[in-house]
């Protein structure tokens, strides 16, 4: 069964850094898009960035471009995603998410997405 687990949200102060990372577990390939997605409470779920399989691609949502990076290891199954210049607006859960449909075109819906991992509090305060 294929899982996907997410680490390294937290507390930090505006201005700061944190980094995420999501492990992708019983599937032996990684020719697929990797994506990060937030929801803050009573808002929808936001696309933030995502990957393609080499990793030679990445898109990020207008409001994190410049501060967020994401990058992946497919030796290792995974995808991080590194956070600069934190604002009080980046609290929300952060999620983890797989298109296994694509490799190479990368979408911004949520519904493309097949597998999600159980999500991870980010906190900036201000």
């Known amino acids: 069964q294929v899982q996907l687990v997410e680490s390294g949200g937290g507390l930090v102060q505006a201005g700061g850094s944190l980094r995420l990372s999501c492990a992708a577990s019983?599937?032996?390939?990684?020719?697929?898009?990797m994506g990060w997605f937030r929801q803050a409470p009573g808002k929808e779920r936001e696309f933030v960035a995502a990957?393609?399989?080499?990793?030679?691609?990445?898109e990020y949502g207008d409001s994190v471009k410049g501060r967020f990076t994401i990058s992946r290891d497919n030796t290792k199954k995974t995808v991080g995603l590194q956070m600069n210049s934190l604002k009080p607006d980046d609290t929300a859960v952060y999620y983890c998410?797989?298109?296994?449909?694509?490799?190479?075109?990368?979408?911004?819906?949520?519904?493309?997405?097949?597998?999600w991992g159980q999500g991870t509090q980010v906190t900036v305060s201000s």
């Open positions: 998410a797989a298109d296994f449909t694509r490799r190479r075109i990368i979408l911004r819906n949520p519904r493309a997405y097949e597998l």
């Open positions: 019983g599937r032996t390939s990684s020719d697929y898009v």
């Open positions: 990957i393609n399989w080499s990793g030679g691609g990445t």
